[in-house]
């Protein structure tokens, strides 16, 4: 008879399309369950990183202006607006302020991104930017000359904020 916790790991690789390599369904048991999900594998850590312990991923726009900073900035706002770290100063060695950021953007217009407007985003760690092309440009269907905007081209950039140390 399989346990609960079989069944839910079984449902849980069956929902991630993975197969149970020489196991049929049937007879799977905790340890064959287990040893199929033992087959993720952690990521590159960026370099000189010694251990990652999350990554946070937010998104922001800029309806009018099209300011590729302001979309960023709003990205990065979001990745981190909603989470608490208050276990930094336990988990990571010398705490807050060797917490190291890795920050990676997309954006349309990354030539035209204010990387020291971004850095006043996180309160703490040591923080490297990637900025790539990426994100999104698309027609807010009105340009309003009140608030800077050129032309209705609108901006979304995608943040992805890796923590650790």
């Known amino acids: 008879r399989k346990s609960v916790e079989a069944v839910k790991m079984m449902r849980a690789a069956a929902r991630l ?4 390599p020489g196991v049929r ?3 799977a048991t ?3 369950v287990r040893a199929m999900m033992d087959g993720r594998r952690e990521g590159k850590a960026p370099d000189g990183w010694k251990q990652v312990l999350f990554i946070e991923t ?14 960023c900035v709003r990205a990065c706002r979001n990745s981190i607006e909603f989470n ?21 953007i997309g954006t349309p217009f990354p030539e035209t991104v204010r990387t020291e407007e971004l850095e ?4 703490y760690g040591k923080i490297q930017f990637e900025v790539v092309e990426g994100g999104l440009k698309w027609q807010s269907g009105i340009a309003i000359d009140a ?19």
Do not use: E, W
């Open 17 to 20: 399309g993975r197969q149970l």
């Open 25 to 27: 369904a049937q007879g």
């Open 30 to 32: 905790m340890t064959s």
């Open 58 to 71: 937010g998104v922001g726009a800029d309806q009018h202006g099209q300011d590729a900073t302001k979309a």
């Open 84 to 104: 608490s770290i208050p276990s930094i100063s336990k988990i990571v060695p010398g705490g807050y302020d060797q917490m190291r950021l890795y920050v990676k």
């Open 120 to 123: 006043k985003v996180f309160p």
């Open 147 to 165: 608030l800077g905007d050129s032309n209705d081209d609108a901006i979304t950039a995608v943040a992805a904020v890796t923590v650790g140390y």
